[in-house]
């Protein structure tokens, strides 16, 4: 392990380890007459996804007749640099700490017993994806303020917008409103670092303008569906679906989007067929894989229900990435397609009630856990007409609930993520 004291704002001097410290015991209890700051309960260890601070900054405000004090994590210890307020600070670099539990011990005038031991943990990161289905041509504006209010309220909070392309080809949406939204997408990446996916309900506008034949009687809820929405989009095979692919790239192109490289199936119905033509074409990762038992209140008695109960069977609270084996959607071994499935554990917020993603989010990291590899945490909500004040503040209590627990404020592994860049989390096996 590296530990290195760094300068910094406060006016720390670096003072070299000395190898006449003295490696003090844990003391049975702390000593409350020092007042302890800046060590966090958490520490994420950098992985290809995320990097963050490796540095712990310690201050010690001691009581009279200090006149050095000490800190060590396992043998490597260091002195504290004495401040103009009479604190003692130092910086510790965590960076080749491994996962674990540890705990550092700090003494005063080179004691061999501390006074104080504070336990910290090194973690790997517990990503939480938010994420966006663009059902509708237009999501209306009322939706679009929401989700300027849910950043405002989280920073540092990410959203993957799954962005329609029939925005562009539906007639009801004019030139006017097609470029108010694509500025209003970019400004969302520009402004928070967020992405812009593909979502794909197969309206006959949008397959009809990549120069196919709209399907129409394949629908999750009705006999027929003339347009095209509720249609099974795995029902258009895997060359056709390329072409659905391409066709949508190139409107993103074309307006002023970026190209998307990550993608949710309308209804989740993405097949074996659906997920090879998106590695075809580019596509980096796919969260069509439904933790389907939380629809069945909705759609128990439709179609759509019964197909992702029986497509998406062993996806539940606690699945986690895998890259689907190149005959078999549902299982992880090789040969592999080249594109990251990341299921839909924490659904959609029509779906869940709070209690109900809370306890998704704890079943997946329980409060003092450590993890030893990454895990995945992914929910999202319907940017629509219809999204509700109520949806809107279920969504916004449970972002409070995940940012108790923030890798950036070191109370937990939270790390908000992109789908795009949470593939660099998980590479293939072997790799």
Known sequence: ???????????????????????????????????????????????????????????????????????????????????????????????DLPIGAHQIVLSANNSSTGFAAIPFNRSAPYYVLVTTDWDFADAGQQALIYHDHLHTNHPGMRITHFAAPYTFTDPTVTPARQAEIVAWLNKQKTDFDDEIGLHIHPYCSFVESAGLTCITDQSTVYATDTSGYTIKLGAYGRDNMRTLLEHAKTLFQQHGLPTPKTFRAGGWTATL??????????????????????????????????????????????????????????????????????????VMIDYTTLAQLNAIFDANWSGDQILESPKTLMMGFHPAPGFSESEFIRVNDFLKHADMFLASHHTGPVVYITLEEVVAAFPPSGS
Do not use: H
């Open 273 to 346: 067929e659906t997920v090879a033509a998106l590695a075809d074409t580019g596509f980096t990762a796919d969260t069509s894989a439904l933790n389907w038992k939380y629809i069945e209140g909705a759609w128990g008695d439709k179609e759509l229900f019964r197909w992702n109960m029986e497509n998406w069977a062993p996806i539940n609270d606690t699945s986690q990435p895998y890259y689907p084996n190149q005959s078999n959607v549902l299982s992880a071994e090789a040969p592999t397609l080249t594109i990251l499935e990341v299921p839909d554990n924490g």
């Open 1 to 95: 392990m590296r530990m290195r004291l760094w300068a910094i704002v406060l006016g720390l001097v670096a003072t070299a380890c000395s190898d006449d410290l003295v490696k003090p015991d844990a003391p049975g209890q702390n000593d409350p007459a020092f007042q302890v700051d800046g060590v966090g309960k958490f520490y994420v260890v950098n992985n290809d996804a995320t990097t963050v601070d490796q540095i712990m900054t310690v201050f010690v405000t001691p009581p009279s007749g200090t006149d050095e004090v000490a800190g060590f994590i396992g043998d490597d210890g260091q002195r504290f640099s004495k401040q103009p307020n009479g604190q003692f600070a130092a910086q510790f670099d965590l960076e």
